[in-house]
């Protein structure tokens, strides 16, 4: 799942069958390059989400 943090939506769980919201992330890691946020659901799915920084664009 690629997800556009600037909209302001929460992410959801991308597993088949399941659309969870998903809360905060369990796992954030940030580069010059961008963030990276890594969620596990309850169904046990993990999806990760991707953002380039504004100044890599």
């Known amino acids: 799942m690629i997800h556009d943090l600037r909209d ?19 796992l954030v890691f ?3 390059w961008g ?9 046990g799915a993990v999806t990760v989400t991707v953002a380039r920084s504004e100044s890599s664009r």
């Open 8 to 26: 302001g939506t929460a992410p959801t769980c991308d597993a088949s069958d399941c659309d969870r919201p998903l809360g905060e992330p369990a």
């Open 30 to 32: 940030e580069t010059a």
């Open 35 to 43: 963030r990276r946020e890594a969620y596990e659901c309850a169904c």
